[in-house]
Every structure is written in structure tokens, then in C-alpha cells.
């Protein structure tokens, strides 16, 4: 089945633990990005990456790094997590060229 | 700027009514458009798309939306409501230099009631 899974779907934290949030498409899809979803704010592109080894702010990069050694995986890392990252985020893949991207079941985050 | 707006946080429609969930967009050159619905503690489902062609698009579950170049729209609609319609709606846009980049709305919620 093609989909797009992240891991974990509910994490706690304390501010200042890093932590990293794991997608992996199973598309051999070129893009991938991260968004994050804040109440009345929809979906906000963090970062996101055109191929292996290509990634790039997107539009609330602050606080976020991402890495993109296989075409499979596009980990979000938080070297210092503060209680405004607290959100939903979702990971995404599509084809490129291709129209509709295809999201991950979302992850909870949230940051005391 | 690219921008997409959903003017309503919440719509109520009772069941086997027909429903419309609102999106207006701002971009320059063709848009392509989108609709995701979320249901709680899910992702987001793709729903359908407009790229080109007819104005009316079919997707899934008995949903379509309309394309309006003159009012820059692309409502959501369905002619008969169902309970397990109820969910958050987004309309999305493509971000026409960073074409991987979806413009999302705020979100509409859809409550549909017996």
C-alpha cells in the first residue's frame, strides 16, 4: 500500500530535548517537505527537500533541521525544542511533476 | 502573494442537505487547486483537484468542486450530506515557483448534523 508513515503519532517533551520526528514514503517520490498545523493558521511549509542531499526552508524554518540522505526518509529534527513548536505536523511526498501530494497520519507534538 | 482563503471556521448542514465549503485564492498564472479533508486524529486525504478542463470536478466520496476563474473560487460541494462527512476541510493551492509546495487554507469545519 503507498503511503507516507511518521513515527511518532504523540510525543510529550520537555523544552530543550532534542527530538526527531521520522517520515518515510514508500513512492519513490522526489519531494518531500514537512508542514506544521496550528488552529486557524491551516498548514505552514516548514522544509523541504527536491531529491537526496536537496533540502530548503520553507516558510517557518525557525527551530526546525531536516535531512535527506535517502530518497525513502525525510527526518524532522529539533535540537532544542521550545513550547511554540507545540502542533500537529504532517509529512508529505509527491511526484515530481506530479499534482497532489500524499500526507502522513500527523504527528502530535508538544513541548512543556 | 499566493494566498488561499476559506472565509468560513465552521459550517453546520443537516443531513441529506446539500453542503458548500468556500475557497478563494490569489495566484498568478493558472492555479491548481486542492481539497483535503482531515477527520479527527487522521492525515489528510486528498479529496480532488482542478489542473485544467472542466469546471466541475468529481472526487471521492461524492464530492466536487467548481472552478470560477472570473471569482477566483473553487467551492467544495455535495449534493446530500452525510454524519461522516463531518471534518476539517482545507483548500490548498500549488505554489507556482516552488511546485512541490502546497498554499494552504485556515481550514473549515464541517459539522453535519442528524
Known amino acids: 500500500e503507498a503511503q507516507v508513515t511518521q513515527n511518532p503519532r504523540y510525543l510529550i517533551t520537555v523544552t530543550g530535548k532534542k527530538l526527531t520526528v521520522t517520515c518515510s514514503q514508500n513512492m519513490n517520490h522526489e519531494y518531500m517537505s514537512w508542514y506544521r498545523q496550528d488552529p486557524g493558521l491551516g498548514l505552514r511549509q516548514i522544509y523541504y527537500?527536491?531529491?537526496?542531499?536537496?533540502?530548503d526552508k520553507g516558510d517557518v524554518p525557525e527551530g526546525y533541521k531536516v535531512s535527506r540522505k535517502e530518497k525513502r526518509n525525510f527526518p524532522l529534527i529539533l535540537e532544542s525544542p521550545s513550547p511554540n513548536q507545540t502542533s500537529l505536523y504532517f509529512c508529505?511526498?509527491?511526484?515530481?511533476?506530479?499534482?497532489?501530494?500524499?500526507f502522513g497520519q500527523g504527528t502530535r507534538l508538544t513541548v512543556v | 502573494a499566493q494566498s488561499v482563503a476559506q472565509p468560513e471556521d465552521q459550517v453546520n448542514v443537516a443531513e441529506g442537505n446539500p453542503l458548500t465549503v468556500k475557497c478563494t485564492y490569489s495566484v498568478s498564472g493558472n492555479p491548481y487547486l486542492f481539497w483535503y479533508v482531515q477527520y479527527p486524529n487522521r492525515g489528510l486525504q486528498f479529496l480532488l483537484k482542478y489542473i485544467t478542463g472542466d469546471n466541475l470536478v468529481k472526487g471521492s466520496y461524492g464530492f466536487e468542486a467548481e472552478f470560477n476563474k472570473s471569482q477566483t473560487s473553487f467551492h467544495l460541494k455535495k449534493p446530500s450530506a452525510l454524519v461522516s462527512d463531518s471534518a476539517l476541510y482545507f483548500c490548498?493551492?500549488?505554489?507556482?515557483?516552488?511546485?512541490?509546495?502546497?498554499?494552504f487554507g485556515q481550514g473549515t469545519t464541517l459539522q453535519v448534523k442528524p
Open positions: 490548498a493551492v500549488r505554489d507556482v515557483s516552488n511546485t512541490g509546495k502546497l498554499i
Open positions: 527537500s527536491m531529491n537526496v542531499e536537496v533540502t
Open positions: 508529505a511526498s509527491a511526484r515530481r511533476g506530479g499534482t497532489e501530494a500524499f
